[in-house]
C-alpha cells in the first residue's frame, strides 16, 4: 500500500487523473468508476484533458461499483445517471461500453452474478478508482461487509443515508438498499486508487491504513491487495500515525516507478 500525501484535493485529482490518463494510454483498457462526490475533480481533470489535450477513451470501457436498489437508470441520482453527467457523456467511451447494476431488475440475485461475469469477460479491471465512506465502506460494502464478498444486495447503514441524503430530497428519500461489487470483487482489480479529501474522512483513512485488517472497516481489506494506491490531502491524512515516514518514502521513489 503506498500512501501519498498530497497538498490540495485539487492535487489528488489531478495525480489520479494522471494515474488513469497512464492506463488509458497504455493500451485498451478496463476503468471501475466510483460515484460519490470524491471522484468529480478527477472526472472533471480527465475531461479537461480529452477536450483540451485529446485524451481519448475510445478503447476504454468502464464498469461501475454500484447502483441504488429502487432507481431506474433514469433517476438523476441512480449511478448511471450521475456517472453519464459527471463524466461519460463528456468523454468518448463507444457507445455501450460503461456497465453498471440495474437497480430495479426484477431478480437482483441474477443481476449481480451477471454483473461479475460481465466484468469477468471483460478481462477484469485494470484500475479501479475508489472513495471511501466515513464508515470505512468502500462501493457501498459496508461495516462487517465480508471481505471475500462479491457483488450483492446490501442495506445501507443510516450514517452512509445521512451523508447521501445531500443528494436527495430529504433523509426518508434515500434508499435503504444498494447493490454493490462485493470486497473481494474489488480486490481483483488490478489497480486500486483510494481517493480522500477533506478533515470528515481522516478517522477512516487512518483506520484503513493503519488499523487492522477488519470487517468492520471494510476499506481495510485493501492491506491485502500487492498494488494500492491512496492519494490522499493533508486534511484526510491528519489522522495518519505515519505521516512523515509515508512523505519521506515517497519523496525518494524513483521517478520511473511511477505510481
Ligand atoms: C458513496 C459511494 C461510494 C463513495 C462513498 C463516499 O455512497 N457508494 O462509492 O466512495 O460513498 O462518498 P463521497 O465521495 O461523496 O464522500
Known amino acids: 500500500m503506498e500512501i501519498v500525501i498530497l497538498r490540495t484535493p485539487a492535487d489528488v485529482a489531478r495525480t489520479a487523473a494522471d494515474a488513469i490518463e497512464q492506463q488509458v494510454l497504455s493500451g485498451p483498457s478496463v476503468l471501475g468508476l466510483a460515484t460519490g462526490s470524491t471522484p468529480l475533480g478527477t472526472y472533471r481533470e480527465l475531461i479537461q484533458r480529452h477536450r483540451n489535450g485529446g485524451l481519448s477513451f475510445a478503447g476504454a470501457q468502464a464498469f461501475l461499483l454500484d447502483e441504488y436498489?429502487?432507481?431506474?437508470?433514469?433517476?438523476?441520482?441512480?449511478?448511471h445517471s450521475v456517472i453519464r453527467r459527471e463524466f461519460v457523456d463528456s468523454v468518448d467511451f463507444p457507445a455501450g461500453?460503461?456497465?453498471?447494476?440495474?437497480?430495479?431488475?426484477?431478480?437482483?440475485?441474477?443481476?449481480?452474478?451477471r454483473y461479475e461475469a460481465a466484468i469477468a469477460a471483460s478481462g477484469g479491471v485494470d484500475i479501479q478508482i475508489l472513495g471511501i465512506g466515513s464508515d470505512g465502506h468502500v462501493g457501498f460494502n459496508e461495516p462487517m461487509?465480508?471481505?471475500a464478498s462479491r457483488t450483492r444486495i446490501k442495506t445501507l447503514t443510516q450514517?452512509?443515508?445521512?451523508?447521501n441524503a445531500r443528494f436527495f430530497t430529504d433523509h426518508a428519500?434515500?434508499?435503504?438498499?444498494?447493490l454493490t461489487q462485493g470486497l473481494g470483487t474489488i480486490l481483483e482489480a488490478r489497480h486500486l486508487l483510494?481517493?480522500?479529501?477533506?478533515?470528515?474522512?481522516?478517522?477512516?483513512?487512518?483506520a484503513a491504513v493503519?488499523?487492522?485488517?477488519a470487517a468492520l472497516c471494510p476499506a481495510s481489506a485493501l492491506q491485502l491487495h500487492p498494488h494500492v494506491t491512496v492519494l490522499v490531502d493533508e486534511a484526510a491524512a491528519s489522522m495518519l500515525a505515519h505521516r512523515a515516514y509515508y512523505q519521506d518514502t515517497f519523496g525518494r521513489k524513483p521517478a520511473w516507478q511511477g505510481l
Open 97 to 113: 461500453t460503461v456497465h453498471g447494476l440495474d437497480g430495479v431488475a426484477e431478480d437482483l440475485d441474477a443481476e449481480a452474478a
Open 69 to 79: 436498489v429502487g432507481l431506474p437508470g433514469t433517476h438523476p441520482q441512480s449511478y
Open 210 to 213: 493503519e488499523g487492522p485488517v
Open 194 to 206: 483510494l481517493l480522500a479529501m477533506g478533515e470528515a474522512k481522516a478517522g477512516a483513512v487512518a
Open 159 to 163: 450514517q452512509t443515508r445521512q451523508d
Open 145 to 147: 461487509s465480508s471481505l
Open 173 to 178: 428519500a434515500v434508499p435503504d438498499h444498494v
